[in-house]
């Protein structure tokens, strides 16, 4: 513990903060809790002005904005070193590559700091078409996290490759899950006009909206009424994606709505949240659309299975067969009561597992247990 303050861990937080997507809903939904924790002393240092900057500043929190777009990356690891040497916390928990490395060199000029570090996902390596750099980073990443810090997996799956694969200690990594900010209460849907299947998340060939084309295409090619997609987010892929749609004449179904801010009325839009990842951690778009009583249909793959028991919340599919997941949407636009125990299921588990109070305890726990140990 840090001597100038013996009963408050000084906890220092450092986020690209560049993106709105899942790592930074995460890292908000956590600071904003650990910040009302009396024994926390919380700061946090972000690379980018963006969404996350403003929701944490609107929390009190004290926020410090390293500017990768003025500041060369040399320039800013030292700007981190001397704000650690000048103020030093008890302990760095990182949540990316970039920010893994400035802790890392931070904490070679601070004897005993503590490290630690979330891994959102895996390497997004399936398009093929990652760079060498890219791979090589990715190796120094791990390196680096393995040897150094201790690694906190958002999925046992994750925690499983990481120690499997990769060569992690099993006793450096630990897993905590992903937790949200759950609405007052499940919304009460009437089913009535449009059945609404929808997804939210970057438009990149790991999300794989392709299939949801295909989903969809299935869909129109039955005698299926009333039924519509709803694809939320933005990227690289959306022309290819529109482009397909227009191709398999459903078009007309879907509705490619771009960047959300207000999510909430999203979700409260939906009847079914469809995921079609290759892979993934613990999505928060699962786990929020779960906190607004929506069944989920997903693959079985990554951490999603550690989420939704299937035929309880939600139904896994084990293959990519487009038919698949949509036989299961279908079966929950016509069955009313199926539609609705799912729904119930799906509130009460993100109340029970998921809510970002349960994750911001663990890591509490975590953080203590780390700075009361003696080991470097």
Not at 255 to 279: A, P, R
Request: glycine fraction near 8%.
């Amino acid at each position: 513990m840090n001597t100038n303050d013996s009963t408050r861990m000084r906890i220092l937080h450092i986020i690209s903060g560049d993106l709105w997507a899942g790592a930074e809903v995460m890292a908000f939904n956590l600071l904003s809790r650990l910040g009302t924790i009396k024994d926390l002393d919380i700061s946090v240092m972000l690379l980018n002005y963006g969404k996350l900057a403003d929701q944490l500043k609107g929390r009190g929190l004290t926020v410090h904005v390293l500017d990768e777009r003025e500041y060369s990356f040399p320039k800013i690891a030292r700007m981190v070193r001397n704000r650690v040497a000048n103020d030093p916390p008890d302990l760095i928990h990182a949540h990316r590559y970039k920010e893994n490395i400035l802790a890392f060199l931070a904490s070679r000029f601070r004897k005993g700091l503590k490290l630690v570090s979330t891994q959102h996902g895996l390497p997004e390596f399936h398009n093929r078409k990652a760079s060498a750099g890219a791979r090589i980073i990715s190796g120094i990443n791990f390196h680096l996290l393995s040897r150094y810090f201790t690694t906190v997996a958002v999925s046992a799956d994750i925690r499983t490759t990481l120690v499997s694969r990769f060569g992690f200690r099993e006793t450096g990594v630990e897993t905590i899950h992903n937790g949200i900010d759950l609405p007052a209460t499940r919304p009460c849907k009437t089913q009535t006009g449009q059945f609404a299947i929808g997804s939210s998340g970057r438009l990149f060939p790991v999300k794989d909206y392709s299939l949801m084309v295909d989903i969809a295409n299935y869909v129109a090619s039955g005698d299926h009424e009333n039924i519509r997609f709803e694809l939320a987010g933005d990227g690289p892929e959306r022309q290819s994606l529109e482009y397909r749609a227009l191709q398999c004449s459903v078009k007309d179904l879907f509705d490619f709505k771009g960047h959300v801010d207000e999510m909430d009325s999203f979700y409260q839009g939906l009847d079914v949240y469809l995921n079609t990842s290759i892979h993934e951690g613990i999505p928060m778009t699962i786990l929020e659309a779960m906190g607004h009583g929506l069944p989920v249909v997903a693959p079985a793959v990554g951490g999603i299975a550690e989420i939704i028991e299937n035929g309880k919340e939600g139904f896994l599919i084990d293959s990519r067969n487009p038919r698949d997941f949509a036989e299961k949407c279908l079966l929950l636009k016509n069955d009313r009561e199926l539609w609705e125990k799912l729904s119930q299921a799906a509130r009460e588990k993100a109340e029970r597992c998921f809510s970002a109070e349960i994750m911001a305890e663990k890591y509490c726990q975590l953080y203590r247990r780390l700075a009361f140990s003696t080991s470097n």
